[in-house]
C-alpha cells in the first residue's frame, strides 16, 4: 500500500479527484485529496490573504498531522507550484512527484503572467471547462463546481531552499488535447525531458483526471516502480 496526496489545481477542490481517488483506494492505497483554503468546499474562507503560501502549508500541515511519510505527491495545473513549495519544505516525506499538465516554477518565480481577468480587484474568476476542452458530458459539472481563486496565488513569487532538489523520482505527465502549440505547460513539459525526468503524453483535455482516470491511474502507480 502507497500513499499519494494530489492536489487540484485553480478554481477546483477534492471533488475533481473522485474519479481517480475511488480507483487507488479500490487497488488498497491511502489517499488523500486536500482541497485549498478558499474554493470549493472550502470557499467561505476565501479572503485576500490567501496566497500560495497559505496553501503550500495546507499540504505541509496535513502530512505533519496525518504523520504521512514515503508520499507520492501529484499536482494538477496550478498545483504544480503548490507541490513544489511542499517538496522544497518536506523532501524527506516525499516518495515521488508527479508533475499534471502543471506549473513548475523555479525560485523567485510566480504565475502572475498567466492572469487573464481580476474581479473585486482581487479574485480571478474560474476558466471555462470549454476551454479546457473537457468532455462535453463534465463540462456542466464543471462549470457550477469551480469557484474563483485570490490573485495572491498567482502573484506571490515562490520561495525554495534547495530542499526539492533532493527528491529523484519525478514525472511529468503532459496533456496534449487543449490548446494546441499554445498551451502553457508546452514549456514545462520540455524542461522535465532536459532534466531527466520520467514524461508521458495523455491524449486529452486538461482535466485529465477526468477524462482519463484509468491512465492516470496507471501512470500514478508506475512511480512506485521508480528509483
Not at 485576500?48 to 504521512?68: C, P
Amino acid at each position: 500500500m502507497a500513499t499519494f496526496i494530489l492536489v487540484h489545481g485553480a478554481w477546483h477542490g477534492s471533488w475533481c479527484w473522485k474519479r481517480v481517488r475511488k480507483r487507488l483506494q479500490s487497488q488498497g492505497h491511502e489517499v488523500f485529496t486536500p482541497t485549498l483554503t478558499g474554493v470549493a468546499d472550502r470557499s467561505h474562507l476565501i479572503s485576500r490573504a490567501i496566497n500560495l503560501e497559505t496553501h503550500i502549508l495546507d499540504v505541509v500541515n496535513l502530512i505533519r498531522w496525518e504523520e504521512l511519510s514515503d508520499v507520492v505527491l501529484c499536482g494538477h495545473s496550478y498545483g504544480g507550484s503548490v507541490i513544489t513549495g511542499v517538496a522544497d519544505r518536506v523532501p524527506d516525506q516525499i516518495r515521488a512527484l508527479v508533475y499534471l499538465d502543471a506549473f513548475v516554477p523555479e525560485n523567485g518565480e510566480d504565475l502572475g503572467q498567466y492572469i487573464l481577468e481580476i474581479e473585486d480587484d482581487w479574485k480571478i474568476p474560474p476558466m471555462l471547462a470549454e476551454a479546457f476542452n473537457i468532455n462535453s458530458a463534465d463540462r456542466e459539472w464543471v462549470n457550477r463546481q469551480c469557484t474563483s481563486l485570490p490573485v495572491g496565488c498567482w502573484q506571490q513569487p515562490i520561495s525554495l531552499t534547495g530542499g526539492i532538489d533532493q527528491i529523484k523520482n519525478i514525472t511529468y505527465i503532459f496533456a496534449n488535447g487543449w490548446g494546441g502549440g499554445d498551451s502553457p505547460f508546452i514549456p514545462f513539459y520540455e524542461k522535465a525531458q532536459a532534466k531527466g525526468w520520467k514524461t508521458r503524453i495523455m491524449e486529452c483535455g486538461h482535466e485529465v483526471m477526468l477524462d482519463m482516470p484509468d491512465e492516470l491511474t496507471s501512470a500514478l502507480i508506475d512511480t512506485l516502480e521508480l528509483p
